[in-house]
Structure formats: C-alpha cells, structure tokens
C-alpha cells in the first residue's frame, strides 16, 4: 500500500469548503459561506483574454511571470499605495494562495516559528504545517479582534526561547474585516524591526476598505515585507487564479525557483487577463467595493437591531458575529441547525481555529435576497 506523508494525511480540508460542501446537500440552501465576490470579471478584461485565444496565446509564460505583467502590476500597486516596486520585484503565482506557499517555502526553515494573530484564514495554518514550521498563536480575542504592538512584544516576551523568524499579517482581515490606520501599524512595524522579525502581508482584501484608504505595510516596512497580493477579489477573479508576491528581488529569485519548480508558472490566458486588469481596471473595484459598502451597512443595522454582538468591519466583505451565549450551542451547531431550518449558510467560526469558537461568519459578497433571507434566519435564530 502506497504510504502517505504524515503531515499530509493529518491535515484537514479546509473548514470552510467542508461546510460548504455539507450545506451544498441541502435542498434550497442559500450559501453565504464562500469568500467569492458575485460580480462577474468586467467584461474589458474577459474580451482582452478571448482575443488573445483567438490569437493562439496558448504557450508558456516566462517562469516569474509575463514581464510586461510583472511591470505593470509593480506600477500598479506603487501608484495605489506608494510603494516603490519595480518589475523584478514581483512574482505571478497561481492565486494569493501559492503566492502564501511559496514564500512561505522560500523563507522558512523547519523548526522556525511564526507569529499568527487568531482567528485566522484557515490556510495559513497547514502550509506551515506543510512546511515544518510551527506557530506561535496571538489571541486577538482580548484586543477587540485587533493587533496591537503590545500584544505582540508581550508574546515575544513569553517566547524568547524559541526561533520566531516571522509573522503572518492579514488585513482587512478574513474573517472578522478588521483592519489599520497608520499609527497602529507604525507602531506594529516598530516591534517588528526592533525584533528583527519579517512579515507577510496578505492584502488580498486592500480594495475593499470602506473607512479609511488602505495602507500597506511595505509603504512603512519595505525592506522586513513580502506582501501578498492578488485579484481575486480587487477585480472579481477567483477562478482565474492569479495572485503575486512583492518583495525584494533577492526574495523573489530564490521565490522564482520554487514557483518554477512546483506550478512552471501561471496559466498564460490568466497573465493576459491579469495585464489588463492593472493596466486597463485601476478603477474596476468601486463600483464593487461601492456595493458591499452599502450591504455592510445594512447588515450591521440589522444585525444589531436583532440585538447580534458583531465586529463592524473596516474592509473585506465577511461580517464575524458572536452567537448568543444563552443558546448554549457550538459554532458548528449553530451554523447547521441554521442551515437545516432556515435555509442559510454561514461559516462555523471555529473554521478560523478554535479562536473563532462562539463565532459565525458571514460573506455579505452576496444578493440583497439573499441577505434578507439570512437577516429573517437570524431573527428566527436568536432565541
Ligand atoms: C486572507 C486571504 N488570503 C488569501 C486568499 C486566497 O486567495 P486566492 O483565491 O487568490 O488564492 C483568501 C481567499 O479567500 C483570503 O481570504
């Protein structure tokens, strides 16, 4: 019998695609679960991709990415958050999600340890895992979801003995929508320099901010980020899978030969798509972002009202709320007994570790239907 890596076969899929692929049995289910914008590609972007089929762009990409592409997405985001990238300082990867994997694989060592504030997007967890490579958990529970320079040096502190080399940084954070203004995150670059500690800035979310503009951490910490990007979400292309890596070219040559190595490089079509996306669509995520501005703010009205303890989220279009204490029930069992009785999919917190336990998440990357649907569920929920 062919053995399987330990690792491997202990990690677990994802809590968020198990539940949804539970929900998915159920006979009229409205899913509120997936972290999947629904708008469609602007239509630029799609027509530029279609003639470029036509053409016959059906070969291999340059390995770290089409160049013009890797140009043109440095001028991209240098103009968005005043950065100073240039193109030898990106790689195109398969999604932010190898974007993760493969700077993860280039910087770590096992044995290291990483910082990782929790509740947490679930992937980051397994490919450190993956990885050999073990985190050292910041609660964020006691700090309004938020992290703060205080939290991190105090686990420092109380981890001097051991090789923390990094920490994962996402914001507008997946899944409660927390996100920065510039004194905090100053002053959380300050610790980290201090320490000598880099970072990894999963930005996915950057353009979808509703209160204040997005601030990058490689605008204050440069030279200590790599900072993960992608358009999933900017410009509504989950299923093109293209994301990067921004970094320092030394970072991104010793990147290049794991990407190589592991996907060769990103789907050619999608580098098209990709191109015109940040030459042609700087603007493509307002009328968006615009969209989920308005659903939040209905949302967080309701929910409230219906007497829901939440986070009101600066960005990202997830909404973390805390379930009734007086229900007495799991986030497991919340979500299903939803699910079953009303028709509603919300996300488990404890999909997002143990740290989102008495949580549920909700994607508001959804229809005005089916938000009302899941505004009456939670009303009909909360007894
Ligand atoms: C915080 C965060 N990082 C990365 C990703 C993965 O993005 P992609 O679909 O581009 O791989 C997601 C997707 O939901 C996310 O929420």
Partial sequence: MIKINTVA???????????????????????????????????????????????????????????????????????????????KNVLVTVGATEAIATALKTVTTPGDYILVPVPCYPAYLPLM????????????????????????????????NKAIVGFIFNYPTNPTGVSYGKIELSSIK???????????????????????????????????????????????????????????????????????YHVTTAATLSQVAALEAVKNGKQDSVPMRDAYHIRRDRLVTALEKLGYNLIKPDGAFYLFVEIPKKLKL??????????????VAVVPGSAFTEFGEGYFRISFAASDEQLAKLIIALENSKH
């Fill in 129 to 160: 895992q993956l990885q050999g490579v073990k985190p050292i958990f910041m609660d964020t529970r006691t700090t309004n979801f938020r992290v703060t320079a205080e939290l991190i040096e105090k686990t420092l502190q109380e981890n001097k």
């Fill in 190 to 260: 300050d610790v980290l320099k201090k320490h000598d500690i880099w970072v990894m800035s999963d930005e996915i979310y950057c353009e979808l901010t509703y209160e204040q503009p997005h601030i990058s951490m490689a605008n204050l910490y440069p030279e200590g980020t790599i900072l993960i990007m992608g358009l999933s979400k900017s410009h509504a292309m989950t299923g093109w899978r293209i994301g990067f890596v921004l970094a320092e070219e030394r970072l991104i040559n010793a990147m290049k030969k794991v990407h190589q």
């Fill in 330 to 343: 799991t986030s497991v069992e919340f979500c299903q007994q939803l699910a079953l009785k009303e028709k």
């Fill in 9 to 87: 076969d202990q990690i677990q899929l994802s809590g968020i695609r198990r539940f949804d692929e539970w929900v998915s049995k159920i006979d009229g289910i409205d899913k509120l679960t997936l972290g999947e914008p629904n708008f469609i590609t602007p239509q630029h972007i799609m027509d530029v991709t279609k003639t470029a089929l036509d053409n016959g762009r059906t070969h291999y990409e340059a390995s770290a990415g089409n160049p013009e592409l890797r140009q043109a997405t440095a001028d991209y985001y240098n103009e968005k958050f005043e950065l100073a990238y240039d193109a």
